[in-house]
Protein backbone atom coordinates (compact mmCIF):
# COMPACT_ATOMS: atom_id res chain seq x y z
CA UNK A 1 0.00 0.00 0.00
CA UNK A 2 1.36 3.48 -1.21
CA UNK A 3 1.43 6.01 1.73
CA UNK A 4 2.34 9.45 2.30
CA UNK A 5 6.27 10.38 2.19
CA UNK A 6 6.94 12.48 5.78
CA UNK A 7 10.34 11.09 6.73
CA UNK A 8 13.65 10.68 5.33
CA UNK A 9 13.35 6.69 6.03
CA UNK A 10 9.62 6.57 3.77
CA UNK A 11 11.45 8.79 1.29
CA UNK A 12 14.40 6.78 0.60
CA UNK A 13 12.17 3.70 0.62
CA UNK A 14 10.34 5.49 -2.01
CA UNK A 15 13.21 6.29 -3.83
CA UNK A 16 14.54 2.91 -3.31
CA UNK A 17 11.00 1.50 -4.93
CA UNK A 18 10.77 4.07 -7.93
CA UNK A 19 14.54 2.81 -8.54
CA UNK A 20 13.19 -1.34 -9.09
CA UNK A 21 10.31 -0.14 -10.93
CA UNK A 22 12.16 2.07 -13.56
CA UNK A 23 14.32 -1.25 -14.18
CA UNK A 24 11.75 -2.94 -15.34
CA UNK A 25 9.68 -2.61 -18.77
CA UNK A 26 6.82 -0.78 -16.75
CA UNK A 27 3.66 -0.88 -19.42
CA UNK A 28 1.49 2.23 -19.60
CA UNK A 29 -1.75 1.71 -17.85
CA UNK A 30 -0.17 -1.38 -15.38
CA UNK A 31 -0.36 -1.34 -12.23
CA UNK A 32 3.24 -0.93 -11.65
CA UNK A 33 2.91 2.11 -14.06
CA UNK A 34 0.61 4.11 -11.79
CA UNK A 35 2.95 3.05 -8.51
CA UNK A 36 5.90 4.68 -10.01
CA UNK A 37 3.73 7.42 -11.11
CA UNK A 38 2.40 8.25 -7.50
CA UNK A 39 5.49 7.07 -5.78
CA UNK A 40 7.47 9.86 -8.04
CA UNK A 41 4.51 13.00 -7.33
CA UNK A 42 4.96 11.28 -3.49
CA UNK A 43 9.08 11.94 -3.80
CA UNK A 44 8.83 15.56 -5.73
CA UNK A 45 6.59 16.58 -3.10
CA UNK A 46 9.07 15.77 -0.22
CA UNK A 47 11.70 17.13 -1.89
CA UNK A 48 9.82 20.06 -2.68
CA UNK A 49 9.72 20.70 0.62
CA UNK A 50 12.51 19.46 2.54
CA UNK A 51 15.19 19.98 -0.13
CA UNK A 52 13.98 22.79 -2.34
CA UNK A 53 16.37 24.27 -4.62
CA UNK A 54 17.22 28.15 -5.14
CA UNK A 55 16.38 29.81 -7.96
CA UNK A 56 18.76 30.86 -9.97
CA UNK A 57 20.77 33.90 -10.17
CA UNK A 58 18.77 35.96 -13.12
CA UNK A 59 22.24 36.78 -14.80
CA UNK A 60 23.29 33.00 -14.98
CA UNK A 61 19.45 31.85 -15.93
CA UNK A 62 19.93 34.16 -19.48
CA UNK A 63 23.25 32.74 -19.94
CA UNK A 64 22.08 29.42 -19.40
CA UNK A 65 18.95 29.73 -21.33
CA UNK A 66 20.98 31.34 -24.34
CA UNK A 67 23.65 28.28 -24.45
CA UNK A 68 20.36 25.81 -24.58
CA UNK A 69 19.22 27.78 -27.42
CA UNK A 70 21.96 27.88 -28.91
CA UNK A 71 22.00 31.82 -29.22
CA UNK A 72 24.96 34.00 -29.02
CA UNK A 73 25.02 37.10 -27.03
CA UNK A 74 24.96 39.23 -30.03
CA UNK A 75 21.25 37.97 -30.15
CA UNK A 76 20.70 39.11 -26.55
CA UNK A 77 22.17 42.35 -27.83
CA UNK A 78 19.54 42.66 -30.51
CA UNK A 79 16.75 41.66 -27.52
CA UNK A 80 17.86 43.83 -25.32
CA UNK A 81 18.28 46.63 -27.56
CA UNK A 82 21.98 47.57 -27.09
CA UNK A 83 24.96 45.93 -27.39
CA UNK A 84 27.06 48.13 -24.13
CA UNK A 85 23.91 47.31 -22.43
CA UNK A 86 24.14 43.90 -22.88
CA UNK A 87 27.45 44.17 -21.43
CA UNK A 88 26.71 45.87 -18.70
CA UNK A 89 23.85 43.56 -17.78
CA UNK A 90 26.10 40.61 -18.18
CA UNK A 91 28.88 42.05 -16.14
CA UNK A 92 26.34 43.05 -13.26
CA UNK A 93 27.12 46.61 -13.52
CA UNK A 94 23.35 47.36 -14.58
CA UNK A 95 20.09 46.10 -13.59
CA UNK A 96 17.41 45.10 -15.77
CA UNK A 97 14.81 47.05 -16.33
CA UNK A 98 11.14 45.86 -16.28
CA UNK A 99 11.21 46.64 -20.14
CA UNK A 100 14.09 44.30 -20.58
CA UNK A 101 12.65 41.44 -18.10
CA UNK A 102 9.74 41.31 -20.11
CA UNK A 103 10.91 40.75 -23.70
CA UNK A 104 13.33 38.42 -21.78
CA UNK A 105 10.40 36.61 -20.79
CA UNK A 106 9.14 36.69 -24.34
CA UNK A 107 11.72 35.81 -25.86
CA UNK A 108 13.85 33.39 -23.57
CA UNK A 109 10.92 31.91 -21.63
CA UNK A 110 12.99 32.87 -18.76
CA UNK A 111 10.10 33.24 -15.70
CA UNK A 112 10.17 36.72 -14.41
CA UNK A 113 10.06 35.34 -10.68
CA UNK A 114 13.64 34.41 -11.60
CA UNK A 115 14.09 37.68 -13.52
CA UNK A 116 13.55 40.29 -10.86
CA UNK A 117 15.56 38.50 -8.18
CA UNK A 118 18.07 40.65 -6.73
CA UNK A 119 21.62 40.10 -7.67
Not at 15 to 32: N, T
Not at 51 to 56: G, I, K, Q, V
Request: no cysteine; net charge negative.
Amino acid sequence: MITPVKNDRQYEEALGRIYLLMQEEVLPGSPESDELEVLSILVKDYENEHYPLPAPNPLEAIRFRLDQMGMTEKELSEILGYRSRKSEILSGKRKLSLSMIRKLNEKLHIPAQVLIQPY
